[in-house]
């Protein structure tokens, strides 16, 4: 019988994605300690570092003022999310076109399994590493092994910029002199556990039979187990569509002014409404995310008739969840707005658009209008125009 080949799977990551972007935007912030992060005054964190503000100590999820605090000279960079978003997408969309299984994990790192390429992982990935500075001038690091769990560790082991392969039958070598908390469950307090029996490396970790991981820690200790072994057999999952589009704002200051939050949503509407059109998508559903001062997190959503792409049809409907769900005055320290059950976008034309249908740059207008206003701005040009 013959044996079963193994699988080639790669990891992909964006070096410090965010950042990378900005300096894109800006040149002079390329090998500038810089973050991309929210208000130093108020509740800001980093969302991004440079690498040359991580020998700072500086590392993303810490709070803005204490990155100041560990690099004075730090410059914070205010997050443009809609352009990342964008910039992955374009991304995202090269990779599909190139291999024929991807399962984005995030914003900026997905799995890719090219088994049935007559190439070299290798050169796969090579080859997609190149297409991507060519195009958009990103850099990234890249893991290939024959299974998800050590490509990932490879791709973390190789960052920034690094092309790591661990060629099968080698992962347990390739793990083994690895801190224990390169591998996915290990957090700090399981990290500190594990210390504290004297095991620091996977390859320690290896070493233990799995009657004492039972006893030890239970079915987490055996799958833990597995994971210091390089055993995992989760295949990659295709994820060709995205399945809703957001935009989200945490506020420096809980804010309990109902214009402000009115306004914020309209600002997420457009926000939200862009994208949708420029990815040809529309949806059926329309939500409203609210986060209280004391974290507590509620959604809100109605489903429409008809899918939409329009800024004006997504404010008035979060707009009517927020009048319903929100009290006056009540503090919300985070607002969002959300499309899902995402299709292809169908336009239908109204007998108004099928009479001026040969004019595009009209269309264009009515669009904006419709997508801007609403409707009702769009009867009102009609009459203008009829008199």
């Known amino acids: 019988m013959a ?50 503000a991580r020998p700072f100590g500086v590392r993303s999820a810490m709070p803005t003022s204490q990155a100041l605090r560990r690099c004075p000279a730090l410059r914070v960079v205010r997050p443009r999310h809609a352009l990342y978003s964008r910039t992955s997408e374009r991304v995202f ?33 090579e080859d997609l590493r190149r297409a991507i500075r060519d195009r958009f001038s990103l850099p990234t690091s890249w893991g290939v092994a024959a299974n998800k769990l050590v490509a990932k560790i490879a791709t973390e082991v190789g960052k920034p910029g690094g092309l790591i392969v661990v060629p099968p039958g080698e992962e347990a070598r390739f793990l083994a002199p690895l801190p224990v908390e390169m591998l996915w469950g290990v957090g700090p307090k399981a990290r500190e556990r594990l210390e504290s029996l004297g095991l620091r490396t996977v390859g320690a970790l290896a070493q233990k039979d799995e009657t004492w991981w039972e006893t030890q820690f239970g079915r987490f200790g055996i799958d833990l187990a597995a994971r210091a072994r390089g055993e995992d057999s989760r295949p990659v999952v295709e994820s060709r569509e995205a399945r809703s589009m957001s935009s989200e704002t945490t506020f420096t200051q809980d804010v309990s002014d109902g214009a402000v939050l009115r ?12 994208r949708l059109r420029e990815a040809g998508l ?9 986060r209280w001062p004391d974290f507590t997190t509620i959604t809100r ?9 329009q800024d004006g049809e997504i404010y008035r409907t979060v707009a009517e969840l927020l009048e319903r769900t929100w009290k006056a005055r009540r503090p919300v320290r985070l607002i969002g707005v959300g499309v899902a059950q995402l299709g292809p976008r169908i336009r239908q034309l109204s007998l108004f658009d099928r009479k001026w ?17 609403g409707d009702r701005a769009l009867r009102k040009a009609r009459s203008a125009d009829d008199g």
């Open 263 to 274: 306004r914020t949503l309209q600002e997420q509407s457009e926000s939200v409404g862009a």
């Open 301 to 309: 959503q109605v489903s429409l008739e008809q899918p939409t792409d």
């Open 357 to 373: 249908q040969a004019d595009e740059r009209l269309l264009a207008a009515i669009d904006s209008i419709r997508g801007r206003y």
């Open 93 to 125: 969309s090269l990779l599909r076109d190139s291999v024929p299984v991807v399962e984005p994990i995030s914003i900026d790192e997905a799995f890719l399994d090219v088994s049935d390429d007559a190439r070299a992982g290798a050169a796969v990935a």
């Open 3 to 52: 044996l079963k080949k193994p699988r080639t799977i790669l990891h992909f990551d964006l070096d410090a994605f965010f950042c990378s972007v900005e300096e894109l935007r800006d040149p002079e912030l390329r090998g500038k300690a810089f973050v991309v992060a929210g208000d130093p005054g108020g509740r800001g964190v980093v969302a991004s570092a440079s690498y040359a």
């Open 282 to 290: 529309a949806g059926t559903t329309v939500r409203l995310k609210l």
